[in-house]
């Protein structure tokens, strides 16, 4: 079962979020209550809504309380981006994720219920997406960024089966290099290792073949 995020704030960062995601095929719920940012972001996935944020009964309406995930990309109005991260505290979102225009406003956003804060100028709307989906490029291996050494969350699929049952260089053209397991890193396991459920892989290989494995 994938997971459900929600973007609140459909602007220039939260629509380039909603894009990643959607590329990385999760399921997404986007929201804003400017009505031509709905429907720009319609053409990216289906679940968009014309709605305040600030609604808490509204927010309920549409399912924003089964989200696992939220990304708070309201624009410049302090006020409604910290009530909109209280309602999602209140649901129990146990990740919450808020854009901030100013150190106070950031220190704000913790305090009601912002697990990150995020300042747009020092990171990109793509680079969270790849972050939530569970796949984080550490370095490109070549000029390009075609071949990269990246960090991924474990596919369920993977869950249970040994490196050598999966074979994923022969079926994906990856390779394993580490296994992140409660924090603590095992480098070059062994091919008769399993994969746990919340494991997190290094691997070596082609971005669109790692993007292939995390959908």
């Known amino acids: 079962m994938k997971e459900l995020f929600v973007v609140i704030g459909l602007g220039r960062f939260g629509k380039s979020v909603v894009e990643r995601l959607a590329e990385l095929g999760q399921d997404v719920i986007g929201i804003d209550m400017d009505e031509d940012s709905v429907k720009d972001v319609a053409e990216v996935i289906p679940s968009v809504f014309l709605a305040d ?4 009964k509204a927010l309920r309406e549409i399912g924003v309380q089964d989200a696992k995930t939220a990304v708070v990309s309201v624009g410049g109005n302090i006020e409604t981006s910290v009530l909109s991260v209280a309602i999602l505290h209140s649901f129990g979102i146990s990740e919450i994720y808020a854009k901030a225009t100013s150190v106070l406003h950031g220190r704000v956003l913790a305090k009601v219920g912002a697990t990150k804060v995020i300042f747009p100028e020092k990171e990109k709307g793509r680079d969270l997406a790849n972050h939530l989906a569970g796949l984080d490029i550490i370095e490109a291996l070549d000029s390009t960024g075609r071949y990269v050494f990246a960090k991924i969350k474990a596919p369920l699929s993977f869950s249970s089966k040994s490196i050598l049952q999966l074979d994923v ?5 990856l ?10 890193m095992d480098i ?4 008769s ?12 290989g082609k971005k669109d073949d790692i993007e292939k494995v995390r959908k």
């Open 53 to 56: 944020c600030t609604d808490e």
């Open 169 to 173: 260089r022969k079926r994906f053209g």
């Open 188 to 191: 070059n396991p062994m091919p």
């Open 175 to 184: 390779t394993i290099i580490g296994i992140e397991r409660d924090g603590k």
């Open 193 to 204: 290792e399993i994969i746990q459920e919340k494991d997190y892989l290094l691997v070596v």
